[in-house]
């Protein structure tokens, strides 16, 4: 089409129509079209599940190839929004699944005015599949010539499957699959970028497997019944790898081409031996590696025979994964990932891990640790000599000048000895453990590496600030002297610059009084922490510190005053008024006059004490209201004349 003279003119018709049995792989094929063909070829999708309105808008404005699914093809054809006349080429993707019952009567209503008999030229046609039955060929007659060509990239007499793929079949009762599918997903699909597609014969039983307490938390269910935009954010998130697995039906098995499957799992034998094929074929795509799982039950052993013969695969028979086969996984995987956490994360556990630690001791009667090995993971291990010793020591606090580090060294006898370095020095120890120092010892990193693991944190912990939850920012409380009190904002720069220099105070956010005013709070970016560490020093009652907890504060003048106006709840009636002019409710706190324009109620009222002051306020209906008040205290303004007064418009 791009060779050919075509003209891209507003309001052309499509050229090309290209019909697929789901509405992912018609977005799927759109997608590639679109990325290889010149920028004046419009390529257009279209299925069911999203609004008409763009697709419609699409059409009007010209489209040169349409993609799209039977059935809103079909919606549109009727609608007479798509012309097919000037149609020269038609493909059929997944031509098997086209034709038969389930398609063909549309396939047949959408294809039947471009192969009318007599017709001078007709449109070329192509189709595509994987696996093509006799019987699609004879159907297919009506749309292709006697002389079409039949290219196959398979081999018929031998396995119609790729060689990357390894075929398993495991035996297992229907009411023990959920947990043992979660097995298996632990056991061959590991890495942290390999996925797995489990394939259901219902969405029923997709959706009991995802709900299943067996299976990960990052597995999501994909079926005909979840709405269409939620189905293409799961494809994407799936094949972006946020999702490790999807539970679907066969609604996924044809054509979808999603990177670094490793695992295809299918809960039992398909009905049939081309589905079979459809299914493995989503792993092992372009010459990597890939494993298919099958399981059955006794009486779907003839089944499973029948896709043997069907497909000319031999199924290896396994068995379910066993404890020693998880931990091993487990195992592997933990290793990997501690090597990747950066040390600015699992640090942060040290303290936690250290607490641990002692409190296992202490509910042990020993101090001996098992060194790992299989061969004597059932021997009692005595403790030596010095061990009790240690275990009789009096508890202290830790030493920053002692640097003690763990050797476990086998004797003959079984026992595990605890070795000081020869740098260390002579430290008292608590009753579960020689005394920990700063330094961190192997046993002590693989512990905080498995708090990380556990909480989830395998990142750089992203610090917030506990006064606005903001990332990269920390809160401090500046707690002023019981004599001083924090009458404004300007005294926490006035008391912090005696000590930190402008370039940290200048970038000081979200300044706030704390409860009665006796200090503050505020953020300031993490790059400052070290130069206030370095250089502030507390004295007099003036306590610089991070924020741990965050203390009462005082409102804010905003809080206090909504868009110019405080509003109360007067007793009895209030003192909003009915349709007309405010009036003076029983109990309210404005003055004895108050007068209200507009069609409505006002939203509220300036206060103060007797007469005088004027102020306004915008009513429920946009009408305005005035208050007349003349404060006894003083004016609203904060002038020291008395006779002053303010006018809020």
Not at 119 to 138: C, Y
Request: hydrophobic share 30%; net charge positive.
């Amino acid at each position: 089409m791009q060779s050919e003279n075509v003209s891209f003119e507003r309001g052309r018709t499509p050229r090309a129509l290209i019909l697929a049995p789901t509405r992912e792989l018609a977005n799927q094929i759109s997608t590639v079209i679109d990325s290889i063909s010149c920028d004046k070829l419009s390529v257009l999708a279209v299925y069911g599940g999203v609004p008409y309105q763009a697709q419609t808008r699409a059409l009007k404005n010209g489209v040169d190839v349409v993609v799209g699914a039977p059935g809103r093809v079909i919606d549109l054809l009727e609608s007479q929004k798509l012309n097919l006349q000037s149609v020269r080429l038609i493909v059929l993707d997944e031509v098997d699944r086209m034709l038969d019952m389930g398609f063909s009567a549309d396939v047949e209503k959408i294809l039947s005015s471009l192969y009318e008999e007599g017709k001078s030229s007709k449109p070329q046609t192509l189709l595509f599949s994987a696996t093509l039955p006799s019987w699609v060929s004879q159907i297919a007659g009506k749309y292709v010539s006697k002389t079409a060509h039949r290219v196959t990239l398979v081999n018929e007499k031998e396995s119609r499957t790729v060689d990357t793929v390894k075929h398993l079949a495991l035996l297992c009762p229907p009411h023990e699959r959920a947990a043992t599918i979660a097995d298996v997903i632990r056991v061959y699909s590991h890495g942290p970028s390999s996925r797995c597609i489990v394939f259901c014969e219902r969405k029923k039983d997709a959706d009991e497997l995802a709900s299943h307490s067996a299976m990960a938390a990052d597995c999501h269910v994909f079926h005909g019944d979840i709405p269409q935009d939620k189905r293409e954010l799961v494809l994407q998130k799936f094949r972006e790898g946020k999702y490790k697995t999807l539970i679907t039906t066969n609604v996924a098995a044809r054509g979808l081409d999603i990177p670094d499957v490793e695992l295809v799992i299918q809960c039992a034998p398909p009905s049939s031996a081309e589905d079979y094929i459809h299914r493995s074929g989503r792993t092992g795509r372009a010459g990597r590696n890939g494993i298919s799982v099958c399981f059955y039950s006794m009486r779907q052993r003839q089944q499973l025979n029948y896709i043997e013969n069907g497909t000319g695969i031999h199924f290896r028979r396994i068995s379910a994964p066993s404890p020693t086969d998880i931990v091993e996984v487990w195992t592997r995987e933990l290793s990997e990932s501690f090597a990747k956490l950066p040390e600015s994360t699992w640090s942060v556990f040290l303290p936690a891990a250290r607490n641990i630690v002692r409190a296992l001791k202490s509910n042990t009667e020993g101090t001996s640790w098992p060194d790992g090995d299989e061969s004597r993971a059932d021997e009692d291990v005595k403790p030596s000599k010095k061990s009790k010793k240690l275990k009789k020591s009096k508890q202290e606090d830790f030493q920053t000048d002692t640097s003690i580090s763990f050797v476990e060294e086998r004797e003959e006898d079984g026992d595990m000895k605890l070795k000081k370095s020869k740098k260390s020095k002579k430290s008292n120890c608590d009753d579960s453990q020689t005394e920990l120092s700063t330094s961190v010892t192997e046993c002590e990193r693989a512990l905080c590496c498995a708090l990380a693991r556990i909480s989830g944190k395998t990142k750089a912990i992203e610090s917030r600030s506990m006064l606005t939850a903001q990332a990269g920012l920390t809160a401090y409380k500046l707690t002023v002297p019981p004599h001083v009190t924090a009458h404004r904002k300007g005294l926490a720069y006035s008391l912090l610059n005696q000590q930190l220099s402008p370039e940290v105070t200048e970038n000081i956010k979200n300044l706030a009084f704390i409860k009665d005013r006796t200090g503050f709070v505020f953020d300031l970016p993490d790059v400052h922490n070290a130069a206030i560490e370095e250089n502030w020093q507390n004295h007099d009652g003036l306590i610089l510190e991070k924020l741990n907890e965050l203390p009462e504060l005082e409102p804010e003048a905003d809080e206090l005053n909504n868009g110019g106006s405080w509003r109360f709840s007067g007793g009895g009636r209030g003192f909003r008024g009915a349709r007309g002019g405010g009036w003076r409710g029983r109990n309210n706190f404005g003055g004895p006059r108050r007068f209200g324009s507009g069609n409505g109620g006002p939203r509220g009222f300036g206060f103060g004490r007797g007469r005088g002051g004027f102020s306004r306020d915008q009513n429920e209906r946009g009408g305005t209201e005035f208050g007349v008040k003349r404060s006894l205290n003083g004016p609203l303004d904060g002038s020291s004349n008395p006779k002053s007064r303010r006018l809020d418009l």
